[in-house]
T-cell receptor
């Protein structure tokens, strides 16, 4: 079962904040976040393991809510370079494979 | 460290033909996963190889197959190509499990 990402697309102005959600119907073991710019390969952002931890670097952070089986990616004070499609990849215990959401297209305008 | 490389980068084939795509993982990575990316379906998991063995398989027809060599390089083969096989094929490597690093992809167009 593919995880569900929301919203599907969002348009922001530079400096605004964004939240992207990733929900799973199955118990999650880990959640991986990637960003893909047009014509390029997905680039790893961060991984969150079961345990409700929160991670971040620079102005991008993420949380993992084990009870809700949901992860959220937070982009604060967005920059033009944040534009792209964000994918969450979910891993279920023992599955040893990632199942990706359909992606969230983020557009940052000056 | 060199990243994941994929060859060829672009490919044009006609229906009914077959195609072989190649992926060289990051040095030391033993797991290689393949994905199909299309605008409508997003990133769809094809299969994963670890130490020359297929460890996981997605929901794709048997026309899609793969293999991994002792040096961890992997190939993916698609036989009897259909128009719907047009897509970006991405491979990703990882140590064993966890973080995956993607290659630039092979853009396959089937005419």
């Amino acid at each position: 079962q593919q995880p569900v990402q929301s919203p599907q697309a969002v348009i922001l102005r530079e400096g605004e904040d964004a939240v992207i959600n990733c929900s799973s119907s199955k118990a999650l073991y880990s959640v991986h976040w990637y960003r893909q710019k047009h014509g390029e390969a997905p680039v790893f952002l961060m991984i969150l393991l079961k345990g409700g931890e929160q991670k971040g670097h620079d102005k991008i952070s993420a949380s993992f809510n084990e009870k809700k089986q949901q992860s959220s990616l937070y982009l604060t004070a967005s920059q033009l370079s944040y534009s792209g499609t964000y994918f969450c990849g979910t891993e279920w215990k023992g599955a040893q494979k990632l199942v990706f959401g359909q992606g969230t297209r983020l557009t940052i305008n000056p | 460290k060199a990243g994941v490389t994929q060859t060829p980068r672009y490919l044009i084939k006609t229906r009914g033909q077959q195609v072989t795509l190649s992926c060289s993982p990051i040095s030391g990575h033993r797991s290689v996963s393949w994905y199909q990316q299309t605008p409508g379906q997003g990133l769809q998991f094809l299969f994963e190889y670890f130490s020359e063995t297929q460890r996981n398989k997605g929901n794709f027809p048997g026309r899609f197959s793969g293999r991994q060599f002792s040096n961890s390089r992997s190939e993916m083969n698609v036989s009897t190509l259909e128009l719907g096989d047009s897509a970006l094929y991405l491979c990703a490597s990882s140590l064993a499990e966890g973080t995956q690093y993607f290659g630039p992809g092979t853009r396959l167009t089937v005419l």
